[in-house]
Every structure is written in C-alpha cells, then in structure tokens.
C-alpha cells in the first residue's frame, strides 16, 4: 500500500518491536480499547489472529468460478486478501470493528412498491462513510499507539485488499449468514466494518463458529434475480448491487425487468432477513437521509443534469457511479415503472442522449412502454 492513499491510516511508533503486555493484563488492555472504540462510535470491537487459510479457499473457488464478474482487481491481489501478514509485514493481530447505519427513513418496502420513486440501498442515503470510519479508526490506532506503546497500525475501510467479514466472524462480531453478510445476533446485518492491523499480539477473541440462520432461506428466496447460487455462495454477475454500482456496462437484458425500482444497490436480503429485527437506528447524523434520496420521484432525479447530480451526490458514495451509469440505472427502473405521459416524456427527452451506455437503455426503457 501507498502511505499516501487517502483511503488508509497508518501510524508507525519510533520503536519498531511490538509492545509485549503479559498474558494476565493483555485481556483488561484489550478491555481498554474496546471502551475508547466505544467511545468513538463503533458498537463493537473484535480482535482475531491472521489465519484465514479456510476462507482463502473459499474465495479461491469463487473466483475460480468467475462470480466475481467485473471486479478485476480481486484477483490481481492474489493472497494479499487473505493474509494480513503480505499486505501489512509483521501484522499478527487483526481488530475488527463494526458501526450500525440504519437510518430514520422512509419504509422500504413502501418505496420499492412504488414504481414511481427511487429506491436507493440503505447505506448510501447518507454521506459516505468511508470518511467518517477512516477518521474513528485513525483516532482509535493514535490513541492506542499513544496510551500503550510499540506497534505498528494500519486502518483500513475498503480501501486495500482485506477478507474483512471473514476477519469479522473470527473476531466474533458475528457469522456470514445464507446472504454472505455478517448478521449479529443484536444488531441484525445493518453495519459497516472497519479494521486495525497491527504487530501487537492482543488476545483473539473467540470466532461464530455457529450460524444461526438455520431452516431460514428468505434470503435466497426472495432475491430479485436470483442471485445466490446456493447457501453462502452469491453471483455478483447477477446481484443488482453489483449491477447498479460496481458493472460499468450494459445490463443485461433479462435481469432489468427484476431489478424494479432499485438504482443504486439492493438491500432486499437484509429487509427479509429476521435477524435484522434486533437492529438499532443509526445515531450518527452522517448516516440520516440528505436531499430526501429515501423518497424522491424516478423523473425528478432522471432530470438532474451532470452538475446537478455531482452537486447532489457531494460527499455521497453515489457520487462515484458517475452520471451516465446514474441515468443508466434510473433509464431501466423507468422502464419498469407505470406507464405514464410523464414517464415516456422523461424518456423522450433523454432518447439522443450524449451517452452510448444511456440512450441504449432508454431505448429499451421506452420498448417496455409500447
């Protein structure tokens, strides 16, 4: 990794050798910087050891299988993914942490009912929150290396290769359910993660070696586009989270009519999912709803010009999808949405657009209207 990314946080101490705390006060340490990861905003702080042979292989398979679809860059890392040790020398200690984001909005299931309006996943409603973890864990790294001593620590967000609900599950925040994200048995599976690497060795907390999803398959049921090949096992090629979000092409055609309404990602296995009736409400202000994005109308956002739309996705992860796969996304939802004077209007207007990738699915948006 570059020391310059902005993506990481990194603080290296003057003294190179890892702080050593003796086996009777190495658990109250731990103790410690749970509280101050408490203090800081995070609902929990797991710390688990390097050893990911088992979900290396599991990644390996899927890869092999091409699941992955676009997403290149999973394997130009090659092992770094899954072995803290080559992506950070010296790490032997991985803390894990999560922060809850469900925001206080409108009802989803209202939304995707509405082929009028936008459904935008739960995550992205708010500002990114890239930046706000990325600040947390660098106060958190400081102020360990600050209050004990020795080590080196680097704090990641999605910004580096790193298996990080493989490392949550070993770090006991929680298991990767039927869905492939990690549920907590108190917090459902609205949460971001976050992680530390580090060369001191704090005590590993005990892994969910159990999942308590049990009989329950809601999830893959009722996937729009069926996109879980089996248990634990997810096509991003068919998932419209990657669709919306990470495929910069065309859509395919037989999966738009199922995509709905949905614009950027998909949260319908985590609306199904019961665990997530144990979900608290975000209390970070970051993570509420801005410029109504939970309950705005297809043609009004279809509207938006590309200075409009990086004025209103400032600071959003939206904003990173650009403006032509944003229309391309909003072009199919109103091919599926009532036909209206209105819809085919928006539609029209947009029919010589100066995007390939745009006028190709409001082509097809249209199509579905005659």
């Not at 586009?225 to 065309?250: K, N």
């Amino acid at each position: 990794m570059n020391s310059s990314d902005p993506n990481h946080t990194s603080h290296h101490s003057a003294d190179p050798k890892p702080a050593s705390a003796d086996e009777s006060n190495a658990s109250a340490l731990l103790d410690t910087v749970r509280q101050w990861a408490h203090e800081l905003g995070f609902q929990q702080l797991g710390a688990t050891g390097i050893e990911l042979s088992t979900h290396e292989g599991y990644l390996n398979k899927w890869l092999e299988a091409g699941y992955h679809g676009d997403m290149d860059y999973m394997v130009r890392h090659g092992t770094a993914r899954s072995r803290p040790d080559e992506l950070i020398p010296g790490t032997c200690t991985v803390l894990s942490l999560r922060m809850d984001y469900s925001p206080e909005a409108r009802d989803p299931e209202t939304v995707l009912n509405d082929g009028e309006y936008a459904f935008v996943s739960r995550y992205a409603l708010g500002r990114d929150y890239h930046k706000l973890m990325r600040q947390r864990l660098a106060k958190l790294a400081n102020k360990i290396a600050e209050e004990l001593g020795g080590g080196n620590y680097r704090a990641f967000v999605d910004s580096a290769p790193v298996l990080e609900r493989a490392i949550a599950e070993q770090a006991g925040l929680g298991w990767i359910g039927k869905n492939t994200m990690l549920i907590n048995e108190r917090a459902g599976s609205w949460f971001f993660l976050g992680e530390i690497y580090t060369d001191i060795p704090f005590p590993a907390d005990p892994p969910k070696t159990e999942k308590h999803c049990g009989s329950c398959d809601a999830c893959l049921r009722l996937c729009p586009t069926d996109a879980f090949v089996e248990q634990f096992v997810l096509d991003a090629r068919r998932c419209i989270s990657y669709l919306t979000i990470e495929h910069g092409g065309s859509i395919p055609e037989p999966l738009r009519p199922l995509m709905g309404n949905r614009i950027y990602g998909c949260d319908d296995c985590q609306l199904v999912c019961p665990w997530n009736k144990f979900a608290s409400p975000s209390q970070e202000a970051d993570f509420q709803p801005r410029h109504q994005l939970d309950d705005i109308g297809l043609i009004e956002i279809f509207n938006w010009d590309e200075e409009t739309f990086l004025r209103r996705t400032e600071g959003s992860p939206i904003r990173r999808i650009g403006h032509a796969r944003w229309l391309r996304n909003i072009a199919i939802a109103l091919g599926n949405a009532p036909s209206t004077p209105a819809v085919i209007a928006a539609l029209e207007a947009r029919r010589n657009d100066p995007s390939d990738l745009v006028r190709e699915h409001v082509a097809w948006a249209l199509a579905q209207h005659q």
